[in-house]
Structures are given as structure tokens and as C-alpha cells.
């Protein structure tokens, strides 16, 4: 006997019973489901049997289940007694576990062999199973009306939360219901469950369990209406994790409450933003003081369900970025010592190997500092800025940072890469920009997490990943965001309060088919994409125009948070230009900035010279001017390129002087750079003559700019002498294919010489 109890195979329903899926908010408070395989509502079954609806059912179902080892004989010798007096079957004399070993053999017909299988089942499931987790066992698989299986499964559709938070009368309704499931429709003899269950109820107050005070409360409870309809406020999210595990219940750090606001407010702007032909928002919001997620909305549709992906989850499928890689470019070359907050970038003409990026007003600013270039989100700048930093090197930073969504290697993106170029996900994104304001906030860098298990993984002397950035370097980049712009006059933004302070970036993608913006108060990080999911352009798409609005009402519905002090202990002071933002040579006014403490910027300024003037202002020098008779200024020079289009947006920038006459010989051999610059074409690239309507060649537009606006311009194709220009440097050129030469040279002879290629049909 003993043998076959311990070596005869058990049910295989105890190993694969097919279970639904189940994911919980941070509250255990229900975000949605999925049904079993077999179309049941069968969830994973509880730890821990809660203690009101353990003593119900002992009570109702088995009050010697602790006493008897799977069979009572007791209850069997009463069973016959009571069958045998009113000559019908009234009672079966099964113990809890023969009830087990029934509902694992699939409820078989209520013979005599039958019941005698159940018994053998039944010793041999003590055999193997403590007493509790035989409870558990039971209370997993019990039926509960229609296709509701198991406690767990039963207290949420019935009454909407875990078992562990029951009452007195719905655990004793839970208790009795498996012994008539059919009772719990409504019309059907509902008033026989409620004695069913009331009976229990006086029961436990008899044995001392429940307090007189209890029991009248709990007799006067209603019973539960139809089964309550499971909700579903985070599909998208359950969806991705059932892909990526095999687990039945997930445990999350969401928030209902706000997951549920957080989606009427997506819901809404998805609305409008449907009218202007985008049809697809996606939203993930987390708390980077505990790094942890508190609302994900995957993918709200608007528009045809099935053209549009809605059952994609878009939050966490790669994209396209669009501008949002800039801030940590911009923070990563802070923290390298490549630049400060206020050194000037070039903004200008700029072309590599083919490339030339545009900024979003086709304008250019001729140099700008590096912080307004990110607040203003300068693609031109970016990109000069990556060149200088290296492809490769932010390539394996982003990696580092958390970016998995880099599935290409570095050379394949190029300088591209800060421009949109790359693809990241919205979740992993904004897990990024909350891991930024964790580091100037000196926390630890853990992942952010979206399940509960993830947070008890953070353990101290645990590997951890490293921080974005370092705290100073992170704390500048978001004091660099908090400047970016809020257009006053778009209807969107106008009941926004702007007493809040939010450090955010947008981006929209090329072609017009994704738009981010992804920002931080003090207390959250919101991400927001907005676009299409079968990847249609939307001619109103943006990151400001579309995605912003609803980023900003997600912060106000958050409400404002206080923004925390800056890192001091991770700053250090240093001294630059006023005007140009590199350290002081001695030549220029200074002001005091922040860096990185561990940041070793060096680069002394190179846009200010030490000029000699005489007394009527030209530029001389000792050749043709006495050093007792100069004047001597500190003068901010910026090469010609950069000067001609900074001037038009400073009036205040006064171009050198001009020489004078007679020193103009020795200047030509002091002056290692001309006065002029080519802004189109750039020195080495490829050019295209376009063929006219009538068949012929047209014509390409040269165009230059000279530090003087009364300079003329002698232009010379090869050994070809073209023609002059005065004041506005362009010419319009008809060239052969091939390589050529083109040399400029002003009126005091300054020479410029640039090579470029004519491309054939």
C-alpha cells in the first residue's frame, strides 16, 4: 500500500493545468487578464489561503480535514446513515481531498467504483501534499458558476479583488458556492444560496470565529450581481509580457488610478489628433524618485483597427527618434570635457560625404551656444557636434545607457544617428531621460521597473548598471531642457501652467511619421509618441504640435512636483568668455559657469585676438605702424562662414577692421586664414548641374561671404578668370564633369582656394 501511494503517477492535472493570466497594479488592484488555453477563468493559485475563507470552508465542506488522512470514516459511516434513512443518496461522506481528487479526474459520474478511486487518490495526494497545500489545492480548482475556476478567479470577478481582502460573507458565499455552482445566476433560487450562506455565517459565530457584531453585518451584505466584467487598462502591456514569459501572474509597479486617467487623457488627444490624420498615441509614465513605472498606455487607436496596428504595442517597438538623442549627446560631451553650457557651436552650410542637415527653420545662426542649440534642437549643431564626439562612441554609450533597439552597427547610422536616424523604443526611452534625473539627483542607476520582482532585485553590492551620466553633466542637460520654448499663441498650450518646471525634448522623425516628446518635473518622466502604426505620414505631425499637448496634460493631471537643488558637490565653477563660452586666455570679459566636477574642458578661446590699431582705427603692424604709436584691443572674431550669418542675428557683432593700405602686403603673410569663406559648395564635395526643359545644362549658384561688407570679389574657375561681386558673393557657373578649382580673391589680395566635383548625367 504504502509503495503504490508513494510511487503510483499523480493526475497530470496538478503539473499542466492550463492557467488565465492575471497582472495586478502596485495596490493589487486588477489592470487586466487573459483567459486559459481551455477558455476557463482559471487563475494561479494563491500563496497563502486567506484565514476567513479557510475557516468558512473547514467549517462548511470539512471540519475534520486535519484529523483524517484523505478518507474520514466518520463522515462515511454518517453518509450511510443519513442515505439509508431517507432511501436516496443525500450525502457522499467526502473529505475535502476526495473532493480534490474528484475535480482532477475531471468530476466523474458518483458510482461506488468511482468513489472508491476518489479514496485511493485521495490517501495517495496526503501521501505527497502538507495539509495547507492541499487547501490551496482545492480552492485553485473548485467551481464557482459557469466558466469560473478557483478562489482566486472567483473573488475577482464576483467582487473585484484579491481573496486576501474578502469579508465575512463573501468568503462564506465563496465556501458554500462550490457545492451548488448553479446557484449564483441570478433568478436561480438565488434566496437558497443566501441561506446556504447565512447558515455558514451563524455557524462560524457559534464556533467562535466571527463576532455578533460581524455576523449582523455580514447577514446583511447582498449577493454578488452577474460576474463582474475583468478590466482591461493595460492590454498592451500584459500582452508583451505574456510574449516575453511564461509567468501567470504579474505583479506590476503601475498605478490603476493613474493608468486609468492617464488613458482617458490619451484617449481624448487621440481624438483630435485622429481629425489631423495621426491615429496612434502611446504613453509611459514613471516615477524616477522610485524608478518605476506608474502608467503605460501602448497604443491608443483611433481609426481603423486593423490598418493602424491597434493591437501592436507601439510603446515598446522601435521608432524612429527624431531629435530626443540630442540631450544626452549634449550631456555625454559636457561630462568628456568637449564643451561647456555656452561654447558656440557652428551653425552653418554644412555637408560630409553627401549629408547635409537642415535645421527645422532652414535658417542657420552662424555659431550658437551649445544649450540653446539643444533647447532650440539645431539639427546642424547635432550633428557637429556627434562628428567631433564620434559615431561609434555614442553608438556604444546609448547601448550602455539601455538602448536595445540598435540593431545596426555604428557605421551604418552615421552622422544620422542624433537626427532620427536611429530606432528606439518610447519605453526604453523615457526609462533613459527618468535614469538622467535620477543621476543629478546622486541615486542609485538602477533599470527602471515595471514589475514588483524588479525592485525586490535591488539589492546593495549588487551589479548595477552606471548612470547616464554623471550627476553634474546630467543636472546641466536638464537645466538645458527646462529653456525649450513654450509658444504662447498655439491653442494647445495655452492652459498650460507654466509655474511648473519641466526639463523636456521633442523630436519629430523624417518624412513626417513619428513625433516624441518626453520630459521630467521633479517627481515624473512622461513620454508621449504620436503617429501612425502602419508608419503614413501625417503633414501636421510634430513633437511640438503633436505630442507636446498631451505630455503637458499628463504633467498636469501629475500635478507639480519641486525641483530638486542642483548637485553642487558634483559642479565645479569655471571661468569663459562671455561671448563665446571657452575659457578665458586674458582677452576677453568672463563670467562664471558650471561643469562637471570631473570634466577637464581646456580649450582656451579661439575667437579672440589681440588687434593693433592706429589712431584713425585700421589694422596695422610693426612693419608699417611704430608699436609706440598702436592702439591695442582684444577683439571676438568668428571665422567668415560663421561671422556672415551670427551678424544678421547679433547687431551688436563688429567685424575686425580693415588694413590699412600700406600693411597690407606684410598682413597677407600674417594672416594664416583669409577674411572670406565658400558657403556653397563645401570644400570636397559633389555638386549637380540640372539639366534644363530645352535639354541644355543649367547653372549651379556658388555663393560666398567676406569679413568686410564692402569687400569685392575676383572669381577664378581653374585657370579661368569668371567675373567679380560686390557686397552679395554669388555666381552662377556652368562647369564640365569632373574635378575643379575655384579661387577667390578680394581687393586687398587675400586668396581662397577650394576644391569641388561636378557630377555628370
Not at 524608478?291 to 498606455?297: I, M, Q, S
Amino acid at each position: 500500500m504504502v509503495v503504490a501511494l508513494q510511487f503510483w503517477p499523480l493526475p497530470e492535472r496538478l503539473t499542466h493545468t492550463p492557467y488565465a493570466t492575471l497582472m495586478l497594479d502596485r495596490n493589487d488592484r486588477l489592470l487586466g487578464a487573459r483567459i486559459a488555453a481551455d477558455e476557463q477563468w482559471r487563475f494561479v493559485p494563491v500563496e497563502v489561503l486567506p484565514d476567513k475563507y479557510r475557516r468558512a470552508l473547514l467549517s462548511y465542506e470539512d471540519k475534520r480535514f486535519f484529523a483524517h488522512p484523505g478518507v474520514d470514516p466518520l463522515a462515511i459511516a454518517r453518509a450511510a446513515w443519513l442515505n439509508a434513512r431517507a432511501g436516496r443518496v443525500v450525502s457522499g461522506g467526502s473529505t475535502l481531498t476526495m473532493q480534490l481528487a474528484r475535480l482532477l479526474r475531471d468530476d466523474p459520474p458518483r458510482t461506488l467504483p468511482e468513489k472508491a478511486r476518489e479514496a485511493l487518490l485521495a490517501l495517495q495526494l496526503e501521501w505527497h501534499f502538507s495539509k495547507d497545500e492541499l487547501l490551496i489545492q482545492y480552492a485553485s480548482r473548485a467551481p464557482f458558476g459557469g466558466n469560473i475556476v478557483g478562489l482566486r478567479a472567483a473573488a475577482w470577478r464576483y467582487f473585484g479583488r484579491e481573496p486576501a481582502a474578502l469579508s465575512w460573507a463573501e468568503a462564506a458565499l465563496l465556501a458554500v458556492l462550490p457545492n451548488a455552482p448553479s446557484l449564483i445566476h441570478p433568478g436561480r433560487n438565488r434566496e437558497r444560496l443566501r441561506a446556504k450562506r447565512n447558515g455558514l455565517l451563524n455557524d462560524l459565530h457559534e464556533s467562535g470565529a466571527l463576532p455578533a457584531r460581524d455576523l449582523q453585518l455580514a447577514l446583511l451584505e447582498p449577493l454578488p450581481a452577474a460576474p463582474k466584467a475583468l478590466p482591461a487598462n493595460a492590454n498592451h502591456l500584459l500582452n508583451s509580457l505574456t510574449v516575453s514569459s511564461e509567468q501567470h501572474l504579474f505583479r506590476t509597479t503601475l498605478d490603476a488610478d493613474l493608468q486609468h486617467r492617464v488613458r482617458e487623457l490619451a484617449r481624448r488627444h487621440g481624438r483630435r489628433l485622429a481629425g489631423e490624420g495621426v491615429h496612434n498615441v502611446a504613453v509611459v509614465v514613471i516615477d524616477h524618485i522610485e524608478l518605476a513605472t506608474r502608467a503605460y498606455v501602448g497604443n491608443m487607436t483611433h481609426g481603423d483597427a486593423r490598418e493602424y496596428g491597434a493591437a501592436v504595442d507601439i510603446a515598446s517597438a522601435p521608432r524612429s527618434t527624431g531629435s530626443v538623442l540630442k540631450p544626452l549627446l549634449y550631456g555625454l560631451m559636457l561630462d568628456d570635457g568637449l564643451l561647456l553650457p555656452d561654447t558656440l557651436v557652428p551653425d552653418l552650410p554644412t555637408n560630409y560625404g553627401g549629408f547635409s542637415p537642415e535645421n527645422f527653420d532652414h535658417g542657420y545662426r552662424g555659431a550658437v551656444p551649445a544649450h540653446q542649440a539643444l533647447s532650440q534642437s539645431l539639427n546642424i549643431p547635432a550633428v557637429r557636434m556627434l562628428r567631433e564626439y564620434g559615431v561609434g562612441r555614442f553608438h556604444n554609450q546609448l547601448q550602455r545607457m539601455g538602448m536595445t533597439t540598435l540593431f545596426r552597427n555604428a557605421e551604418d547610422y552615421g552622422l544620422t544617428l542624433v537626427l532620427g536616424g536611429a530606432e528606439g523604443a518610447l519605453n526604453e526611452l523615457t526609462g533613459i531621460y527618468a535614469r538622467l534625473f535620477a543621476s543629478a539627483r546622486q541615486a542609485p542607476a538602477y533599470p527602471v521597473a515595471v514589475l514588483q520582482s524588479s525592485l525586490a532585485n535591488r539589492e546593495p553590492g549588487r551589479a548595477q548598471p552606471s548612470p547616464v551620466l554623471s550627476p553634474g553633466a546630467a543636472w546641466l542637460t536638464l537645466d538645458a531642457l527646462r529653456q525649450v520654448a513654450r509658444p504662447g499663441t498655439a491653442r494647445q498650450w495655452r492652459l498650460f501652467s507654466s509655474s511648473q518646471a519641466i526639463a523636456w525634448k521633442t523630436g519629430t522623425s523624417y518624412g513626417l511619421r513619428d513625433a516624441w516628446a518626453i520630459g521630467s518635473n521633479g517627481r515624473y518622466t512622461v513620454g508621449v509618441w504620436a503617429g501612425n502604426g502602419n508608419g503614413e505620414p501625417a503633414p501636421s505631425l510634430g513633437g511640438a504640435a503633436t505630442a507636446a499637448p498631451l505630455m503637458l496634460d499628463a504633467f498636469s493631471l501629475l500635478g507639480p512636483a519641486r525641483w530638486p537643488e542642483a548637485p553642487l558637490a558634483d559642479l565645479k565653477t569655471v571661468h569663459v568668455c562671455s561671448d563665446d563660452g571657452y575659457l578665458a586666455g586674458g582677452r576677453c570679459p568672463t563670467v562664471e559657469r558650471q561643469a562637471p566636477l570631473h570634466s577637464h574642458f581646456e580649450t582656451v578661446t579661439p575667437y579672440h585676438v589681440r588687434v593693433h590699431l592706429d589712431n584713425n582705427g585700421q589694422r596695422v603692424h610693426s612693419q608699417c605702424e611704430p608699436v609706440s604709436a598702436m592702439r591695442h584691443r582684444d577683439w571676438f572674431v568668428l571665422p567668415p562662414g560663421q561671422a556672415w550669418f551670427y551678424q544678421r542675428r547679433h547687431p551688436h557683432y563688429r567685424p575686425l577692421p580693415s588694413w590699412r593700405e600700406d600693411c597690407l602686403a606684410g598682413a597677407r603673410a600674417m594672416d594664416s586664414e583669409p577674411p572670406m569663406a565658400l558657403i556653397y559648395p563645401h570644400a570636397g564635395t559633389a555638386i549637380y548641374i540640372p539639366v534644363e526643359l530645352n535639354g541644355r545644362l543649367g547653372r549651379a549658384v556658388l555663393r560666398a561671404v567676406h569679413q568686410r561688407a564692402d569687400a569685392t570679389l575676383y572669381w577664378h574657375l581653374d585657370a579661368t578668370y569668371l567675373g567679380e561681386t560686390r557686397h552679395f558673393h554669388e555666381w552662377a557657373l556652368i562647369a564640365e564633369p569632373g574635378w575643379h578649382t575655384l579661387t577667390l580673391v578680394d581687393d586687398q589680395g587675400f586668396r581662397l582656394k577650394q576644391r569641388f566635383k561636378v557630377l555628370g548625367k
